[in-house]
C-alpha cells in the first residue's frame, strides 16, 4: 500500500502533465478563450448524450435493439423535427407551469 506522500506526489505529477497537455493542445490562444470553447464542446456533448438517451430509452420500447448513435444522418434527420417538439413541450412545462396541465399560447 503506498504511504500517503508516494500518493501526494503521483497526484501532483498527474495534474503538472494534464496542465502541460493543455498548454500544449491550446497554442497560442489565450487560456480564457480556450476555456469558453472547452466549456462549449462539453454542454454540446452533454445535449447530445441526453438526447441519445431519451431517443433510445422510448425507441426501445418498440424496439430492442434500437441504437440511435447508430443511425445514419439521413434516418437521424426524419425524426429531428418531432423530437424537438417534444423536448421543447417538456422543458416548457418543467420551467413554466405550476402545474402541469398549463395551457399553450
Not at 503538472?16 to 490562444?29: C, F, H, P
Request: charged share 30%; hydrophobic share 30%; with cysteine.
Amino acid at each position: 500500500m503506498p504511504s500517503n506522500n508516494t500518493t501526494e506526489q503521483e497526484r501532483t505529477q498527474l495534474y503538472r502533465t494534464i496542465w502541460q497537455i493543455a498548454n500544449d493542445l491550446r497554442g497560442s490562444v489565450d487560456g480564457w478563450d480556450f476555456k469558453q470553447y472547452v466549456l462549449g464542446m462539453l454542454f454540446y456533448r452533454f445535449i447530445s448524450e441526453n438526447l441519445t438517451h431519451y431517443i433510445n430509452k422510448h425507441e426501445r420500447k418498440i424496439d430492442p435493439n434500437f441504437d440511435y448513435a447508430k443511425l445514419s444522418d439521413e434516418q437521424a434527420e426524419r425524426g429531428r423535427a418531432d423530437t424537438i417538439a417534444i423536448k421543447e413541450t417538456i422543458y416548457y412545462e418543467i420551467n413554466f407551469c405550476e402545474d402541469k396541465r398549463c395551457e399553450y399560447d
